[in-house]
């Protein structure tokens, strides 16, 4: 017809807006919300093989340096504090849990 078209930006947000609404809650004194993410995604592959090789080296540097482990060992628990990062028990599944789960490979 007359060129008049929807602007698709407009209905990316209403879209957004849409996932807000449906998704948000309120846990912990936080605010969680589901992203407006395409459904398609590729999910990450099972790394808690390599995550854990990658912290067993570390463990053996802690050995040796008192201090990296002092440092580490603080770091890790203030991430904890602040719900960065969560503790997951080896048996624990994805499904148990109700979202994915990565572990995290890191050094020192």
């Known amino acids: 017809g007359l060129g008049i078209r929807d602007d698709p930006v407009v209905h990316e947000r209403d879209q957004a807006m849409e996932i807000f609404k449906e998704t948000v809650e309120f846990e912990n004194g936080r605010y969680i919300?589901?992203?407006?993410?395409?459904k398609s995604y590729n999910e990450l592959s099972d790394n808690y093989s390599l995550a854990k090789q990658r912290f067993q080296g570390l463990w053996r540097r802690f050995g040796h340096d008192s201090e990296?482990?002092?440092?580490?060992?603080?770091?890790?628990?203030?991430?904890?504090?602040?719900?960065?990062?969560?503790?997951?028990k080896t048996e624990t599944?994805?499904?148990e849990l109700k979202r994915p789960v990565y572990y995290l490979p890191h050094q020192a």
């Open 33 to 38: 919300v589901q992203l407006p993410f395409r």
């Open 68 to 88: 990296l482990y002092q440092q580490y060992r603080e770091i890790i628990l203030d991430y904890s504090e602040q719900g960065i990062i969560e503790e997951v």
């Open 93 to 95: 599944t994805d499904n």
